[in-house]
């Protein structure tokens, strides 16, 4: 028997299962227009996760169903998803797809997050500039702090966050070339240097210094506090397989910024 349009069985959904919540975290997905495709798609990703919208277990958007939320190549989508999953906020599951992973929203505080997933998690959005970028091949001083040789290349960058209108961090870093081949300051002058990093640099160890420091006429004038103000001074170093690949200093006016991380005791 014929049936009628009206009668005959939906198509199904090309979303596995078509669930109306699946489709809402698709909807909710936004981009925020700044930098390159596959960082926004990260940070629209990550913000729910971080906000804790998205609860441990919960099924992300498949691969397919972002390139055509976002007109994105499917080279870019993966990227995004991938940098997540090697940071642990979220999981590939085989015959299930990728999913929040279980303990997303209590990564440790010591762990290496982009500085606009910060921001976006406080719900700011974020802002970034580049103050200044050189080959320091002629700078001694440097390669002591960074442990290498006087045949290493270096690359001296100083940038800063925003979030919102406001300076959320002063970044000053060192980076060894030979150990991060491709760096140059044109992908910086949209970029910031721990994004372009952890997708093309690996790391192996890490090592974090949290101090309080005052800051000096130019850190000031760049976080738009009173010289001699109390901030906040984070030193990341990180190596690969023993070799130095760089070191940052990270500023935050005192006031405004605090560390949070949760943890549980060993078992």
């Given at each position: 028997?014929?049936?009628?349009l009206s009668e005959r069985p939906s198509t199904p959904p090309s979303e596995p299962g078509g669930a109306p919540e699946h489709d809402a975290r698709l909807a909710a997905l936004r981009l925020d227009g700044q930098g390159p495709m596959w960082l926004q798609i990260r940070r629209a990703i990550a913000r729910p996760i971080l906000n804790g919208v998205w609860a441990p277990g919960t099924k992300i958007p498949t ?205």
């Open positions: 028997m014929d049936l009628s691969e397919l169903a972002m390139v055509d939320r976002f007109g994105a190549a499917r080279m870019t989508v993966t990227k995004a998803v991938q940098s997540l999953a090697n940071e642990g906020l979220v999981e590939r599951r085989r015959k299930i797809g990728t999913v929040v992973a279980d303990r997303a929203q209590e990564r440790p505080v010591f762990e290496i997050w982009d500085t606009a997933d910060i921001v976006a998690r406080n719900g700011a959005a974020y802002g970034y500039r580049l103050i200044s970028c050189a080959f320091a091949n002629d700078e001694p001083a440097l390669r002591d702090i960074l442990g290498v040789g006087r045949e290493v290349s270096l690359l001296r960058v100083v940038c800063l966050h925003y979030s919102g209108e406001e300076p959320f961090q002063l970044e000053e870093r060192i980076v060894n070339v030979d150990a991060a081949p491709g760096i140059t300051c044109q992908p910086l002058e949209t970029v910031g240097p721990s994004p372009w990093l952890l997708a093309h640099v690996p790391w192996t160890e890490a090592q974090h210094a949290i101090s309080a420091c005052e800051a000096d006429a130019t850190v000031a004038e760049h976080l738009k506090v009173p010289a001699g103000s109390a901030c906040l001074l984070i030193e990341r170093r990180t190596w690969n397989e023993g070799a130095p690949v760089t070191l940052a200093r990270l500023w935050h006016p005192g006031a405004k910024h605090r560390l949070v991380g949760r943890f549980e005791p060993s078992r």
